[in-house]
């Protein structure tokens, strides 16, 4: 198998034979894509003629009833290899009834997922050991280096040629085995007529006990938000290998992330045991943790977004940040809230309030005994010290009162709007949002266990530099 289809974004054409794993001597043949607009399988062109062309089928035009597999076993190039959640997306070919009725027809298939070098049950099939991936420009975040010798008129380097491990950790909740391991590649460039060093790191994940493809893809997406954190960047999954039963295979999948130029003064300078700390911390979450983690870079790692869709979502990872870290105090015990609400029911009913209403009374009612947005952001800030926050221009009154009044606005788009409380816009909208993408990170990084003093310049020069 190439080389350029080892990459997860890997593009290529070949003819290929798939089958269903049950049924494997019905077996299609046909043309194997893989691009930018996705995977597909076409069967081979079939001719027909006379009673034996194929009837229309009406049904192919409701999508309950389009057929669905979730997984094709294949052979391609010499390899083995699987599809995995394919959909019959249209019938290509043609059909003539002139002088004599005739067909030539095919089946397109489009697949989410492609696996070179072996073949695999279903997505949630637990049937691989561990995973393997590489990040771009994870290589210049994680701590490398060469060894240099000087001697008289020499000079030596060292070049680490087998992979050498970096740090090597447990998730305590899960006992998911993660390690990081780097080693140099050296290569000639023609042109400058010059040798060049590569550093290539990589991430290998082994769970305790076999897992799915799905599952693996997770812990892949999760550790390239982690990564993309810590580095202020957007580092994107390059490779992503799968091992089970003593085979190995290449994960190929369409993506659509953004990927930034790895810049030295965003990034965050660790050592390799506060990075397995963090590893460790970060796969231990919970998932409505990684639901906030999502929110928070889906918005740091999109290339270009409305400056009013980034704010909402920016508020929204903040607000959910300070529940999922143990900031949600009630204001009265559970009991006594309960009989308050059992009242005023009792009042809604003897006002005989029409029913629509009284939900939205109730509803609003649900949520007075949780802290105010207003108060968890205060409280988010004073996670962070009053002269970092000074530096900042962070002040907690203010700021809050800016990002809840321009939250509101925008939620309650086209309601009527209270001159006193003027949302934000444009500019000043914009600046608001870096201060809080610089709040988020600065938060974020603390659950880490980073120190403040470690990223204090960063977050400061994130909130700042656009002024």
Not at 394 to 400: H, L, R, T
Request: aromatic share 10%; glycine share 6%.
């Amino acid at each position: 198998m190439g080389k350029e289809y080892l990459r997860l974004d890997s593009q290529f054409s070949s003819v290929a034979a798939f089958w269903k794993p049950e049924t494997p001597d019905e077996v299609m043949t046909g043309t194997l894509t893989v691009n930018d607009d996705g995977i597909r399988f076409v069967t081979s062109p079939e001719y027909a003629r006379g009673a034996k062309v194929p009837r229309p089928d009406p049904s192919q035009w409701n999508s309950d009833s389009i057929p669905r597999s979730d997984v094709l076993h294949g052979f391609f190039e010499g390899e083995n290899c699987t599809l995995l959640n394919l959909m019959e997306i249209e019938h290509p070919g043609l059909t003539s009834y002139k002088n004599e009725t005739q067909s030539v027809a095919s089946t397109a298939h489009r697949a989410s997922i492609f696996v070179s070098g072996m073949r695999t049950g279903a997505m949630d099939d637990k049937c691989l050991d561990s995973a393997r991936y590489t990040f771009s420009s994870l290589s210049q975040f994680v701590n490398t280096r060469f060894i240099e010798k000087w001697g008289n008129g020499l000079i030596t380097i060292e070049i680490q040629s087998e992979p050498k491990s970096l740090l090597d950790c447990s998730v305590l909740e899960t006992h998911v085995h993660v390690e990081l391991k780097a080693y140099q590649t050296l290569t000639t460039d023609e042109e400058k007529e010059a040798r060049l060093t590569k550093t290539v790191a990589i991430v290998e994940v082994t769970p305790p006990a076999t897992e799915s493809l799905s599952w693996f893809i997770g812990i892949g997406n999760r550790l390239e938000n982690l990564f993309s954190l810590l580095a202020g960047t957007s580092l994107v999954m390059e490779t992503f290998f799968i091992y089970g039963d003593d085979k190995s295979g290449a994960v190929i999948r369409k993506q659509h992330a953004f990927v930034e130029k790895y810049k030295m003064l965003d990034s965050l300078r660790h050592s390799n045991s506060q990075l397995a700390y963090a590893i460790s911390t970060w796969l231990s979450e919970s998932a409505g943790f990684t639901e906030i983690e999502n929110l928070l870079l889906g918005v740091l790692r999109k290339g270009k977004l409305f400056v009013e869709t980034e704010f909402l979502s920016l508020a929204q990872a903040l607000e959910g940040f300070h529940r999922a870290t143990g900031g949600d105090e009630s204001k009265m015990d559970k009991a006594s809230f309960t009989a308050l609400r059992g009242k005023i029911q009792e009042f809604l009913e003897e006002q005989n309030v029409d029913e629509e209403t009284a939900k939205k009374v109730n509803a609003s009612v649900a949520y007075c005994n949780q802290t105010s947005f207003r108060s968890r952001l205060k409280e988010l800030c004073g996670r962070i010290s009053q002269s970092t926050l000074g530096e900042m221009k962070i002040d907690p009154e203010p700021f809050a009162a800016s990002v809840i009044n321009t939250r509101n606005f925008f939620t309650h788009a086209g309601g009527s709007s209270d001159e006193k409380k003027e949302p934000l816009r444009g500019g000043e909208l914009f600046l608001l949002s870096q201060k809080m993408r610089a709040l988020l990170r600065g938060v974020f990084l603390l659950h880490l266990g980073f120190p403040e003093p470690q990223f204090k310049d960063l977050i400061v020069r994130e909130a700042t530099r656009w002024r």
